[in-house]
């Protein structure tokens, strides 16, 4: 481990951050025992697009929705997450990780968040996580019965690497199970969301390319 005596220290860690809550743990004990917390950044690449940047400015610079941007206006919310395209030789990694775990669990919930959360009390990284981190407490266990899970599987009349499902790509089990879409309904407990749906959709090798935040009002 090579550190500098005279300028700034830093490490960057991007996700996946483990394969489930204790792995995780594991790591940040690794971790905190050669950096301060200071010096570890958490990243998701995903929120250095420019409209998810860009939703900050909209919730709370915009005094259009200011007063409309909670249940009595809002009648649900929709973020999608879909690719044209499968694997294409990824599979022994998706395998184990699954589209959840590579796009649900991490930027759709960090765009949930950033829809979800109260004006934070500056736009520091300290603040912006708080009200993140309260906008997930106040959210409800996800129940089966509001999931949907699939796999695709090749189209024969179609052409190249869209003849291949997901169990026909190079180093994936045949006997995969793992999920390559997913939807799930997210309900946020508090005064501002109860009652609206947060509905969470993400795939591979779907219709279209589309990366998607849609409010509808009531």
């Known amino acids: 481990l090579c550190l500098s005596k005279t300028g700034w220290n830093r490490v960057i860690v991007e996700k996946?951050?483990?394969m489930d809550s204790s792995s995780s743990a594991v790591l940040s004990r690794h971790l905190s025992g050669l950096f301060q917390e200071d010096q570890i950044y958490r990243i998701d690449h995903y929120l250095g697009k420019e409209m998810v940047q860009n939703l900050l400015v909209l919730r709370f610079a915009n005094f259009v929705f200011t007063p409309a941007w909670n249940r009595s206006a809002i009648n649900s919310v929709m973020i999608t997450f879909k690719e044209p395209f499968g694997l294409r030789g990824r599979a022994s990694y998706f395998h184990d990780v699954g589209?959840?775990?590579?796009?649900?669990?991490?930027?759709l919930l960090q765009l949930l968040c950033l829809i979800?959360?109260?004006?934070p009390a500056s736009i520091s990284p300290d603040d912006i996580r708080d009200e993140k981190v309260k906008v997930l407490k106040c959210m409800q266990p996800i129940t089966t019965d509001e999931v949907v899970l699939g796999q695709y599987v090749g189209n024969p009349e179609g052409e190249g690497e869209q003849r291949l499902g997901f169990r026909e790509d190079p180093g994936c089990p045949p006997d995969s199970r793992q999920c390559t879409y997913a939807s799930a309904v997210c309900w946020v407990r508090n005064e501002r969301w109860d009652g609206v749906p947060f509905?969470?959709?993400?795939?591979?090798?779907?219709?279209?390319?589309?990366a998607e935040i849609r409010i509808q009002f009531r």
């Open 16 to 18: 996946p951050f483990g």
């Open 99 to 107: 589209i959840i775990r590579d796009v649900m669990q991490n930027h």
């Open 116 to 119: 979800a959360m109260e004006k």
């Open 199 to 210: 509905i969470l959709k993400c795939g591979k090798a779907l219709n279209e390319r589309k």
